[in-house]
């Protein structure tokens, strides 16, 4: 099949490389702009970016696709499918209607739970037991479109929105290779998504990300590792008389009781009810370290800011 690819970040490029591994031709790549990044803010090209570049597929970075123009350059493709992996553009209708077999997503959750842009994170600080990868075919709505194939993934207690990325975007690679077979075999059916369970992942903002021990273990423990490794929960201690931000990056549930925010011994810090021990830590400005390497250094028991 003639396929275009629409994806921008390291999650999209495994399935980048399955339907290219599968035989099909790949007419175009489209991905976000580059963009400044590091100390020297140079313009970075996204990972697929790269990895289109690097097996000799035109790639294309528009701002917006609600255009004309932008429209008429995608119809000139002629593409038999378009498959989109975390894109992070909304396709009008006319991009959706293009393609002679419309348009593929990937999306990381078992939906209708998780519709919406941090289905990884959402998940897991939510507390889900399990998650998933599926191939819907997308339609106006916000991940709303019918359903052809999926794939459950267990959430174990300590695993961490990286983890689950890195699972979720392997299994997504394969998962989506399958599809493509069975649509060039017509024989991929879809079945339409109930509205009932729905759930909306809403964009991580930055304001969330400070932990509030006043809250019980267990919603703390989730909060952790749902935003592991990034942005990275984080809280603040006094160190040599000044506060110092630390992210949490890893961390267990753990027996104590105190003050909600009071360090116990092993960096376990008491919560609403119960404890989390802190695994992994990251001062700012400093390498991730583990706990134990953390309170060698620290001296004296430290202190967390309120």
């Given at each position: 099949m003639r396929i275009v690819f629409m994806g921008t970040p390291?999650?999209?490029?495994?399935?980048?490389?399955?339907?290219?591994?599968?035989?099909?031709?790949?007419?175009?790549?489209?991905?976000?702009?580059p963009k400044p990044a590091g100390r020297g803010q140079a313009e970075r090209k996204s990972p697929v970016h790269q990895a289109a570049e690097a097996a000799g597929i035109p790639v294309l970075t528009p701002r917006s696709l609600k255009g004309g123009d932008e429209q008429a350059v995608f119809a000139v493709h002629a593409a038999d499918l378009a498959v989109v992996v975390a894109y992070g553009l909304l396709l009008p209708k006319p991009i959706l209607d293009a393609p002679r077999l419309g348009c593929l997503n990937l999306h990381g959750s078992l939906l209708p739970r998780w519709r919406g842009a941090a289905p990884i994170q959402r998940a897991i600080m939510a507390g889900d037991a399990q998650t998933g990868v599926m191939v819907m075919r997308m339609d106006e709505g916000l991940d709303t479109g019918a359903v052809a194939l999926g794939e459950v993934i267990p959430i174990t207690p300590d695993m961490t929105a990286g983890e689950l990325h890195d699972a979720m975007m392997r299994i997504g690679a394969d998962l989506m290779g399958r599809a493509l077979a069975a649509l060039d075999r017509g024989s991929l059916d879809f079945t339409p998504q109930p509205e009932t369970g729905a759930t909306y992942a809403r964009k991580l903002e930055k304001t969330e990300a400070r932990i509030d021990w006043n809250q019980p273990a267990?919603?703390?423990h989730n909060h952790i590792r749902g935003l592991s490794p990034f942005p990275g929960a984080w809280f603040e201690l006094e160190l040599a008389g000044k506060p110092v931000r630390v992210k949490a990056l890893r961390s267990t549930l753990a027996n104590g009781s105190a003050a909600p925010g009071t360090i116990l011994p092993d960096l376990t810090i008491a919560c609403a009810t119960g404890a989390v021990r802190l695994v992994q830590i990251q001062r700012e400005g400093k390498s991730a370290m583990d706990a134990p390497t953390f309170l060698r250094g620290a001296g004296a028991l430290p202190k967390i800011v309120s």
């Open positions: 390291d999650f999209s490029v495994p399935t980048l490389l399955e339907i290219i591994a599968s035989g099909h031709e790949v007419v175009a790549a489209y991905t976000r702009a267990i919603a703390v």
